[in-house]
């Protein structure tokens, strides 16, 4: 057996995997059991989150606590790297399924209902976008792009700024600059989710845009959902990395941890500008 | 590339059931994939034998026409996502590591994610029969608006597919790390075994393309749940989005479903021959061209949506051109076996019977490429044969070639050669007699997905009920065989096979818990390059692409 720190560490035998299996078996079968009323479907979900969070902590602090220890060497960091941008890549994928929706819908299947093939199926359709389609009555007002939107832009893309800032102050070992820096992007990261928040308060109680609002309501929903999703997970990785420097972790030289969360932050900044310019703006 | 233990991990397995549940070793992981895939090959087999029996006579027999809709979408989903992903991930497993000098994969624990994760699924598909409105009867492809309309077990189904893809996608991370950056010292690209190659890529279409299915069924549980309107065209939706959608991930899958297959029986013929693979270089930039070309044809599926012509024509090219790598490869397979030293044990058997009937699958698939065919041809049994050449005669009979290559490195003994052969020649036969005439059905109109058909379908019908019942039965001789092989026979030696060339005939059979924990071992096999690979291109000797030596 070679010596610590100089081979590829592989972990003993872990317990985490299977209770992150047991966490999906009982948010699934909850959702589902919750979905279809059938009583204590809520309780499996919330059982199934609490055994999530209990894995993430488990699973990360190993994760971490072995790190500290030293004993992941340059291959394992690589290794880090590789999974980190293959992972990032699966996500760019999933909103690239979504993405391609909003566009089928605008440019093939809203004009296809207002054609002359379907007049006698949906006649007077007009289409265009924004549109909820020929068969729903419900008046909706699409969301502008130039009020918090654009304000949203330019939260996001600062945030970006100032995660470089801290990345730059940790490569130099200002420690003040790195905690400043993440804590100024919580602090960005949080404002953005608070303005999204109250922009679908304004969507639901005054534009009469819901989820069920034709596909405009879908597509907008769920990709500046899925969005916000990553963004409140980029910030709790970001939270946990402040967590990790102000306990002293990380050096200039080694600190991926840090560089993957920023790799994340600055992912779903990039599909904020997709969904800005495609969703709101275009 | 040496490897470090956690302190607390000693040279052997811990004992009992915890042994399997908390393993982060790929062999262990390996051996588990593969049995999922067993246990669940003989799950959805049961569901085709009772298929089979329904269709064995014009008439409504056995099973009701919903309940008949529900076995055939669960053999397809079963079959798929829990039979051969899971056996080609188990073979990944434990020979990608050993292939390329690996002490283990990447992400040992996150390995083991991957695999209890199916298990969950599994249980959500089979258990969804015993809910009220029984399991999903909507075809494996799962379709709007009839997808909408289901109960429970729809909504099970959509987080069984969420959760195999999670599954997928950390496998296939894995899979990819290991390869791009754990091979061992001068294991450069272009020296990679086959098996390995193949499978790089399939790790990568897999990430590239299980995060869409995510989306496109996740389209379908708001659809079904929470009022969105994706899929309804009086929300401005459209049902053909969703086969958009799901053919953007499903033609991709069709080649995670055969590449590792192609990776598998690359492997296999060299040996047999005693010849290095012909066109090692050419098989890998045919196998990268598939892969690239998978992304352009995925409406192939779709041409009877009411595409406009000019898609059709696209589509129908780029499907076409597809057969060009897929004929390089097949050209190559060819070339390794022309005037090789060759023999026939059973792996080699069913490696050839591969190249024969994957090539009939592949010729049907050209006629389907066709959008005037196959608009005459769409969803009727034609179809259903095609895919069944390319998927049984294809997938399912290069992880039998695999088994029977690997399991003397597996566990230590041969395995019963005379069963073996019973149980290629059984299962070559009756797949034939059970697939072949489905040709002539779909020819003659038979639709796929209905219990009951037109007197003029009876006899061929007949014919291939008795050919699936004698390949169902054949498949218990492989239950024999390997449980055999597990307990006792002959002593393997570390070469099993004469002509076996590559980095895991080195160690010893069966192979200990632990490999190239040392980076020299393989290393010293390293140099003279693979004969494998057929000898380099002459730039590439020793230099190792992708290796720092610094980062040993």
Known sequence: MSAQGHGYYLPAPSHWPIVGSGALLGLALGATLLIHGVAGGGWLLAAGAALLVWMLFGWFGTVIRENERGLFNLRVDASYRWGMGWFIFSEVMFFAAFFGALFYTRTISVPDLASADQQLLWPGYAGGWPTSGPGLEDPFTPMAAWGIPALNTLILLSSGATVTWAHWGLKRGRRRQLILGLALTLALGAAFLGLQAYEYRHAYSELGLTLGAGVYGATFFMLTGFHGLHVTVGAILLAVMLARALAGHFTPERHFAFEAASWYWHFVDVVWLGLFVFVYWL | ?552
């Open chain 2, 1 to 552: 590339m040496q490897a470090t233990h956690a302190p607390e991990h000693g040279h052997g397995p811990p004992g009992g059931l915890m042994r399997w549940v908390t393993t982060t070793n790929h062999k262990d992981i390996g051996t588990l994939y593969l049995w999922f895939a067993g246990v669940m090959f003989f799950v959805a087999g049961s569901m085709a034998m009772l298929i089979r029996a329904e269709l064995f006579q014009p008439g409504l027999q056995l099973v009701q026409p919903e309940v008949f809709n529900q076995l055939t979408t669960l053999h397809g989903l079963i079959m798929i996502f829990g039979v051969i992903m899971p056996a080609f991930t188990g073979f990944a497993n434990w020979q990608v590591p050993l292939m390329i000098g690996a002490p283990d994969m990447a992400f040992p624990r996150m390995n083991n994610w991957s695999f209890w994760l199916l298990p969950v699924a599994a249980a959500f598909l089979v258990g969804s029969t015993l809910l009220p409105g029984g399991a999903v009867a909507g075809g494996w492809t799962m379709y709007p608006p009839l997808f909408i309309q289901g109960g429970i077990s729809y909504d099970l189904t959509i987080f069984a597919v969420h959760i195999m893809g999670a599954s997928s996608i950390m496998g296939a991370i894995n899979i990819i790390t290991t390869i791009l950056n754990m091979r061992a010292p001068g294991m450069g690209m272009m020296k990679l075994p086959l098996f390995v190659w193949t499978w790089l890529i399939t790790a990568f279409l897999l990430i590239a393309v299980m995060p869409v299915l995510a989306g496109a069924v996740t389209m379908l549980l708001t659809d079904r749940n929470f009022g969105t309107h994706f899929f309804d065209a009086a929300g401005g939706g459209d049902p053909v989005l969703f086969q958009h959608v799901f053919w953007f991930f499903g033609h991709p899958e069709v080649y995670i479903l055969i590449l590792p297959a192609f990776g598998i029986i690359s492997t296999i013929l060299p040996t047999f021959a005693r010849k290095p693979l012909f066109g090692y270089a050419s098989m890998v930039y045919a196998t990268a061209s598939i892969a690239i070309l998978s992304f352009l044809v995925w409406a192939h599926h779709m041409f009877t949506v009411g595409l406009p012509a000019g898609a059709q024509l696209f589509f129908m090219y780029a499907t076409m051109l597809i057969a060009v790598p897929t004929g390089v490869k097949v050209f190559n397979w060819v070339a390794t076996l022309w005037r090789g030293s060759m023999t026939f044990e059973t792996p080699m058997l069913f490696a050839v019977a591969f190249v024969c009937l994957f090539t009939i699958g592949g010729f049907s698939g050209l006629v389907l490429a066709m959008a005037p065919v196959d608009i005459q041809l769409h969803d009727t049994y034609y179809v259903v044969a095609h895919f069944h050449y390319v998927l049984v005669s294809g997938a399912l009979f290069s992880i039998y070639a695999g088994v029977y290559y690997w399991l003397p490195k597996w566990t230590g003994h041969m395995y019963d050669e005379r069963l073996g052969r019973w149980h290629f020649w059984l299962s070559a036969i009756s797949f034939n007699v059970l697939f072949f005439p489905q040709h002539f059905l779909g020819l003659a109109g038979m639709p796929r997905r209905i219990p009951d058909y037109a007197l003029q379908f009876a006899d061929f019908n007949r014919i291939s009920s008795i050919g699936g019942f004698v390949f169902g039965a054949s498949q218990i001789l492989l239950l024999i065989v390997i449980v055999k092989c597990i307990r006792g026979g002959a002593r393997a030696e570390a070469r099993a096979w004469e002509g076996a060339q590559g980095l895991e005939w080195t160690v010893p059979s069966p192979a200990p818990y632990h490999t190239f924990l040392e980076p020299d071992v393989a290393e010293r096999h390293l140099s003279p390059p693979l004969p494998q690979a057929g000898g380099p291109p002459s730039g590439d000797e020793g230099r190792g692409e992708g290796y720092a030596p610094e980062l040993r």
